[in-house]
């Protein structure tokens, strides 16, 4: 029983193609989020979702948006792909609030723009 | 400003042997929490350990503990025993206190690689 499961693991592209990635969870969280791992392995939040409702956007281009249908999903479209998005995107969820909360990742997805 | 520093890029450990991976942070929020994850080469994030900004005691998890020193902002994983299996990137991270914004944020990491 996968806890955050994304699909694909894998994604290759080319320029301009526009993809989605979806981000399924079954832990009962409120939030789930979307990080990007760059080629250096740093990861960055790109958004959050709480109750399907967009918390934190980080200054991510409009080319990209994230659609949370319901608490337990929140899929990532990527419009007019570039070469520099290519990545390891990340959907994690965890429980609401506080400091004290860990988050639970899925196993990524490889993008791949050529 | 950087928020989460991890100042070793890489480390190398003998089998058996202990290790530490440094981390330091930096908020003024006086309510936070600080996380270590471990990416091996398949490339899952698997959460380690976490340490709370008001605990008094040092976070254990098996093999794994946290140094937790708050008045100089460090939150260093050891790893006692290593294990082959323990190669890995390992990633420091941390959530200050505030409601639903509040976030997750990633030093850099630390690649570790136990040596037989």
């Known amino acids: 029983d996968t806890a955050v499961s994304q699909t694909p693991k894998y994604l290759v592209t080319q320029m301009g193609n526009d993809k989605s990635i979806k981000c399924e969870q079954n832990l009962g969280h409120d939030t789930m989020y979307w990080y990007k791992q760059d080629s250096k392995k740093f990861l960055k939040i790109m958004f959050s979702?709480?109750?399907?409702?967009?918390?934190i956007n980080e200054t991510v281009p409009n080319r990209f948006s994230p659609k949370s249908p319901d608490k337990a999903h929140l899929n990532l479209h990527i419009n007019s792909l570039e070469l520099g998005d290519s990545a390891v995107y990340f959907c994690?969820?965890?429980?609401?609030?506080?400091?004290?909360?860990?988050?639970?990742f899925g196993q990524g997805t490889r993008l791949t723009v050529v | 400003a950087q928020k989460i520093t991890q100042t070793q890029p890489g480390m190398f450990v003998q089998e058996k042997e202990a290790v530490t991976l440094d981390c330091t942070y930096d908020?003024?929020?006086?309510?936070?929490?600080l996380f270590w994850y471990k990416q091996p080469s398949s490339g899952e994030m698997i959460f380690l350990i976490y340490?709370?900004?008001?605990?008094?005691q040092n976070a254990t998890e098996g093999r794994y503990s946290l140094n937790f020193q708050k008045a100089r902002k460090s939150a260093n994983l050891v790893i006692s025993a290593s294990q082959l299996g323990d190669s890995a990137m390992y990633f420091c991270?941390?959530?200050?206190?505030?409601?639903?914004?509040?976030?997750?944020?990633f030093g850099t990491g630390t690649l570790l690689a136990v040596q037989p």
């Open positions: 340490q709370g900004s008001y605990d008094q």
């Open positions: 991270a941390m959530r200050e206190g505030g409601g639903a914004t509040n976030k997750l944020i």
């Open positions: 908020t003024s929020d006086p309510s936070y929490g």
């Open positions: 979702y709480n109750n399907k409702e967009l918390i």
């Open positions: 994690a969820s965890s429980r609401a609030g506080g400091e004290n909360t860990e988050a639970f």
